[in-house]
């Protein structure tokens, strides 16, 4: 009865931890993070793959405190070896809370700025982008809840894009970040 | 000055009586006693020379600003990492403020005492005119009670970091000053003076809106008659801060918070103005520029990741402190102005907030305009949209810095704390303009609620200089002339 009294805490305990691990990482954001969309709305029949390549880190700092901006570019194809895929740059700011995600979309007229605001504490993320006129197929950015992984987090962003956008817009220009 | 005119009409509007010259001795006698009173009674609330002035001591005039940036930077710091909102930081920095002045105000020349000038605020201990004090240690004695008691319900009583400061403090003053009597009788002064600002923070309200913090909030589904009702959403069930608006005011009585009226009232019908301010915030977030994107986050000055947005200003105003190399004196002058001026701006936004109870933009472009998958760039707050809390705050920090440092460009570089790039301003007022602004970009308040709130912070904070006489020992506080 004593043993499984100390297994069920155990179990209470390795649960208790597994819920409140972070998602995201300093260390997660300096490597290549990949995924892959089964359904592809842009490229019928097909699947979509991405890579979060990462480029390199600017340090800000003020008084006491540091914070790390993560620059990187986001790559969207719809074969696996990534042939003519889409680059876009972009760049991480890791705070407190939460983590902002800016990709800046170049459809060779003019470049806009998506965003997404990831709340680690209550795990889930909202996105923000008006993109240009005739690169846009639908609005309806969802608000996604229970995001318990980097990749679950990037699978669900890079579905939204493929959803909301005409990827061919953005194809041939690869926009230089804002930095 | 009153007694002496009525005396000198007299005279005036009596020109049948003719004077009597054996009388003008016993008037001119009566004359000075007159002045001698009224003089003395009002030496503690009317600029010129302090009554209490401690001539034994090291002015205050001739130390360096290090020990109250210490501690503003400390409140700060414990704003941000313990997650307390605007308002109650607010709170925090305005009896910070009042601490710190308090605490150096015998060692200004031309200082005034805020007892008698501060609502309910008396009985202060008085520092001992024949003997010598430390001010600065005098400052560090009360600053970590009065943090302490600011933040208690937030972080608990006596948390470590601020009795580190603290004890750190003591001992670098100890050594400096090398005189144990005058150190202990200046902590044993900063102590007294502490317990009794906490005495008086604890009666200005703030603990029976913990404790009684039961808010039924207004339902636009149980009345029709008001769509325009703010309601609390599935996300945010708990209204933040409805009893805010009850605190007792800094230095003003109610009448002289401005408290502003929406002046386009809540309509649907979409010819209407208040439609229109929606549109054109709903036009604006679909056609969003670069330069709007970084202003709304600029200024989102979000609690936790941030100082939140009376903390920014007083960053601002620590980066101004230091490029003009201002002394203790001016430094605690100018920090009890501008807390007392954010604190009162916090209580007056929130009072509104409370009576007016307006929908917030999300809802309106939800429902109203029938898009029901709008979300804005920032995220929607759960308190009341009218009228707007960081430009009410942003108005009235304004108007405390350009009173002290005159219409001045300056770099602010405060959120680089969260990765931002510094931002350039051609003074404070442009600046409160941009962080009120910003509210729109953002998604999160129409227009009225963004040029009455600064104009709110504005006139409150004008009305707290006007009524409250501090001194920073200098001929010129402002340093407009530079």
Not at chain 1, 135 to 142: A, D, G, M, Q, Y
């Amino acid at each position: 009865m004593n043993k499984i009294t100390k297994l069920t805490s155990l179990l209470l305990l390795v649960i208790t931890l597994a819920s409140d691990a972070q998602v995201l990482m300093k260390e997660m954001l300096m490597q290549d993070q990949q995924g892959v969309i089964d359904k592809s709305v842009n490229w019928p029949g097909k699947k979509v793959y991405y890579t979060l390549k990462y480029d390199s880190t600017k340090v800000y700092s003020y008084e006491t405190y540091t914070t790390n901006r993560y620059y990187c570019a986001l790559m969207i194809a719809d074969n696996a070896g990534m042939t003519n895929a889409i680059k876009v740059p972009g760049m991480i700011r890791d705070l407190v809370i939460d983590t902002y995600f800016e990709f800046y979309f170049n459809n060779g007229n003019e470049i806009k700025t998506f965003t997404m605001f990831y709340d680690k504490n209550n795990k889930w993320y909202r996105i923000k982008f008006a993109p240009q006129w005739g690169c846009r197929k639908e609005e309806l950015w969802k608000r996604v809840n229970g995001i318990e992984s980097y990749t679950q987090l990037l699978t669900s962003m890079v579905a939204q894009m493929d959803h909301n956008l005409k990827l061919d817009c953005y194809k041939s220009n690869d926009g230089s970040a804002i930095k | 000055m009153q007694r002496s005119s009525k005396i000198k009409s007299k005279n005036n509007h009596d020109p049948m009586k003719k004077p009597h010259f054996a009388l003008i001795p016993v008037a001119l006698g009566a004359l000075i006693v007159a002045t001698a009173f009224y003089g003395c009674k009002n030496m503690n609330s009317t600029s010129g020379s302090n009554v209490t002035f401690n001539t034994k001591s090291k002015a205050a005039t001739e130390f360096p600003n290090k020990m109250a940036i210490a501690w503003v930077d400390m409140l700060l710091d414990q704003v941000r990492f313990q997650r307390v909102g605007p308002p109650p930081a607010a709170r925090a920095m305005g009896y910070l403020g009042v601490a710190m002045y308090q605490s150096v105000m015998p060692g200004i020349s031309n200082g005034n005492s805020l007892e008698g000038q501060l609502k309910d605020l008396k009985d202060l201990p008085k520092a001992d005119a024949d003997k010598e004090y430390d001010w600065p240690t005098v400052l560090n004695n009360s600053s970590y009670l009065v943090c302490d008691e600011g933040l208690a319900r937030f972080m608990g009583p006596n948390t470590q970091n601020l009795q580190n400061l603290r004890d750190n403090m003591n001992h670098m003053c100890d050594s400096v000053l090398n005189n144990k009597e005058v150190f202990d009788r200046s902590k044993k002064y900063g102590e007294d003076l502490g317990n009794a600002i906490v005495g008086y923070m604890q009666t200005d309200q703030f603990d029976y809106t913990r404790e009684n913090n039961i808010y039924e909030s207004p339902s636009r589904a149980g009345d029709p008659a008001h769509p325009d009702w703010y309601e609390v959403t599935d996300v945010d069930k708990t209204p933040y801060e409805p009893f805010w608006g009850t605190l007792r005011p800094l230095g003003l009585d109610t009448s002289q918070l401005c408290l502003s009226k929406p002046s386009d009232p809540y309509s649907s019908e979409d010819t209407s103005k208040f439609c229109m301010f929606c549109m054109k915030l709903y036009g604006i977030d679909t056609s969003f520029t670069e330069d709007q994107r970084i202003t709304s986050l600029y200024w989102a000055d979000c609690p936790v990741e941030t100082f939140t947005p009376p903390g920014h200003w007083m960053k601002i105003a620590k980066q101004q402190v230091r490029k003009h190399n201002f002394n203790l004196a001016q430094a605690c002058e100018l920090y009890c102005y501008l807390g007392m001026a954010e604190y009162n701006a916090g209580l007056a936004v929130w009072k509104v907030k409370y009576s007016v109870n307006l929908v917030r933009p999300k809802t309106y472009i939800n429902e109203i305009m029938n898009k029901p998958d709008w979300e804005p760039y920032l995220e929607t707050p759960p308190f009341p949209e009218y009228p707007s809390g960081h430009s009410g705050f942003s108005g009235a920090a304004a108007m405390v810095l350009t009173k002290f440092f005159g219409e001045t460009e300056f770099i602010d570089s405060t959120n680089m704390v969260i990765g931002l790039d510094p931002r350039h301003f051609k003074s404070f007022d442009a600046a409160a303009e941009e962080a009120a602004w910003s509210r729109m970009y953002g998604g999160i308040h129409y227009e009225a609620a963004i040029i009455d709130a600064k104009v709110m912070g504005n006139c409150l904070a004008k009305n707290l200089m006007d009524n409250i006489k501090l001194g920073s020992g200098t001929d010129e506080t402002a340093m407009a002339k530079k």
